[in-house]
């Protein structure tokens, strides 16, 4: 019994101790150096982030749960989700590029119809499927119910230009099929102009867009060669481009910043993680820390 006193009361002084730690975490917002103002958009990440122990997060990233907890309790500016084409040239919202990955299925979404994937559970395991009853949905679902709110909010787009049951050869048709897919869909949804944005890492798909005549921003991710894929992006005419973390740097985003280009990064789940973004100066975070993000910035 004095075993178990003693470990919960060690446990409590580690949670006062870290919490006393993040209070301690601040940022100064007039630091920033961008071309918003000052000002920080606040992206959720896949909705509220991907799951986790601590803190404690069950729902599954892209899941309509996890989207409408970023939007309506913790307010964002917008949320980032990803998108694959399915078998019947239709969207929907899976990170991962396996179904088996987070999810009953297996295989790859492109090998299934909307109405299928739709049908889909996910599966996390123990013990965060204890939470949810969460399926995979398609983004204009997703469209629809933001088309019904007061505001309809950023909404990133992460293109998954790529099936990884594909050919390589089938993975070019692919691209071509995406593009005009989505333009198409984004037009019929008559989804405001200024509030997409399309997010890609492929140089080829962007071309596409460009081929299909794409009125809306665009997004060149830089994963790698960062200097020369930024000059790429200027030279193609991007709004923005979004910086693998680790590559992104304050004179990355000064560079950017100079050019007339937005910077958006992502990731970050602890509040120490999002103040080491907020210092290389973005526009946007794509966060899976919103509410430590917002404290840092000074947000309600």
């Known amino acids: 019994m004095k075993a178990i006193r003693y470990t919960f009361a060690f446990l409590a002084l580690v949670v006062i ?3 006393v730690f993040l209070w301690s975490v601040t ?5 920033l150096e961008n071309n ?3 000002q920080v958009e606040i992206i959720g990440h896949s909705g509220v982030g991907f799951h986790s122990w601590f803190p404690f997060k069950y ?4 899941s309509y749960g996890s989207l409408l907890k970023a939007l309506d309790e913790y307010k964002v500016n917008g949320i980032e989700v990803d998108v694959h084409l399915t078998l019947d040239q239709k ?3 899976f990170h991962d590029s396996k179904l088996e990955n987070k999810s009953v299925e297996s295989g790859c979404p492109g090998e299934m119809t909307l109405e299928e994937l739709t049908a889909v559970d996910y599966k996390l395991g123990a013990p965060f499927d204890w939470f949810h009853s969460e399926r995979i949905i398609g983004l204009e679902e997703l469209i629809d119910s933001l088309q019904n709110r007061e505001e309809f909010p950023s909404l990133h787009l992460d293109v998954r230009n790529w099936n990884d049951c594909d050919t390589p050869e089938q993975s070019a048709v692919l691209e071509r099929n995406i593009a005009f897919e989505l333009i198409k869909t984004l037009g019929s949804k008559g989804v405001p102009l200024d509030k997409i944005l399309i997010i890609s890492l492929s140089q080829s798909f962007l071309d596409q867009l460009k081929a299909h005549n794409n009125p809306y921003p665009v997004s ?4 790698g060669n960062e200097h020369e894929f930024l000059q790429w992006a200027i030279d193609y005419g991007v709004e923005s481009v979004t910086v693998k973390p680790k590559l992104l740097t304050k004179e990355l985003s000064k560079m950017a910043h100079e050019a007339g280009l937005k910077v958006i990064t992502f990731g ?9 973004l907020l ?3 973005p526009d946007a975070i794509q966060t899976d820390n919103i509410t430590a993000l917002k404290d840092l910035m000074g947000y309600k």
């Open 36 to 38: 918003s103002n000052g």
């Open 59 to 62: 729902f599954p990233s892209n």
């Open 220 to 223: 060149f991710e830089i994963v």
């Open 268 to 276: 970050a789940k602890s509040k120490t993680g999002n103040k080491k």
């Open 279 to 281: 210092e290389l100066n």
């Open 17 to 19: 101790g870290y919490n």
């Open 27 to 31: 940022f100064d917002n007039t630091t």
């Open 91 to 93: 969207f929907v919202l």
